[in-house]
């Protein structure tokens, strides 16, 4: 069946590091995936969508590669700061499944 | 735009009483979702809907929910009847085709 799996369920970062988060599927060939935020108590935000032809993306101090071959993708924040604390969610293609997500803390 | 509008914010209700959730998405979008999110299960799929019409309800749990969407503008969730275990966060998304969910508040469901 296919299945999603996020690298851990909690990730603890000291601030001006880089976080990286790990996605992994299974049975599955999308044609994209995307990565969204979740703080508590709210609904997730949409923050990146790779494609398969595309192997890097990036958006301000958040980067996204996408490995068609090792069936993952890492999720990159560079120079973390509190605020980035929040679980991240992955979704490969646009519908069906979301990965049970990393929560990640960064420390000060 | 005032982003995927969903209602009510909370929800308290005794077993075997109906629930209804409602949904507005964002003008313009072609796709729209409904999700539940418990600790356990994370955030599951219940059914989306393309252009008004379902698309793909196999995440629905049993007969006793129902999801309907009569115009591009408005859809509902309905449960009949509630149990302790249907309490979780629902969420409502919707989107462009290939394009990231823009997902509502949610609806936090209590069943006693």
């Known amino acids: 069946s296919q299945k999603i799996e996020q690298n851990s369920e909690a990730l603890n970062i000291q601030e001006g590091k880089t976080a990286t988060l790990t996605c992994n599927y299974t049975?599955?060939?999308?044609?994209?995936l995307q990565w969204y935020r979740q703080d508590p108590g709210r609904g997730p935000v949409f923050l990146l969508l790779?494609?398969?032809?595309?192997k890097e993306k990036r958006k301000e101090r958040l980067k996204v590669t996408f490995d068609t071959t090792l069936k993952q993708s890492l999720f990159h924040i560079t120079a973390s700061q509190p605020a980035d604390s929040a679980t991240y969610l992955c979704?490969?293609?646009?519908?069906?499944?979301f990965g049970k997500g990393t929560r990640l803390h960064i420390l000060p | 735009d005032a982003g995927v509008i969903q209602s009510p914010r909370h929800e308290v209700t005794e077993m075997g009483q109906e629930v209804t959730l409602r949904c507005k998405p964002i003008?313009?979008?072609?796709?729209l979702f409904w999700y539940r999110q418990t600790m356990m299960r994370g955030l599951e799929l219940l059914i989306y809907?393309?252009?008004?019409?379902?698309?793909?309800d196999s995440g629905m749990p049993e007969d006793r929910f129902s999801a309907k969407m009569p115009n591009a503008s408005f859809s509902t969730l309905k449960i009949q009847p509630s149990e302790p275990r249907d309490s979780a966060v629902y969420f409502c998304?919707?989107?462009?085709?290939?394009?990231?969910?823009?997902f509502g508040p949610g609806t936090r469901l209590t069943v006693l």
């Open positions: 049975n599955y060939s999308p044609a994209y």
């Open positions: 003008s313009g979008h072609d796709y």
């Open positions: 998304a919707s989107s462009w085709p290939e394009g990231g969910q823009f």
């Open positions: 790779i494609r398969e032809n595309e």
């Open positions: 979704a490969p293609d646009d519908k069906i499944i």
């Open positions: 809907f393309n252009n008004n019409v379902p698309i793909d």
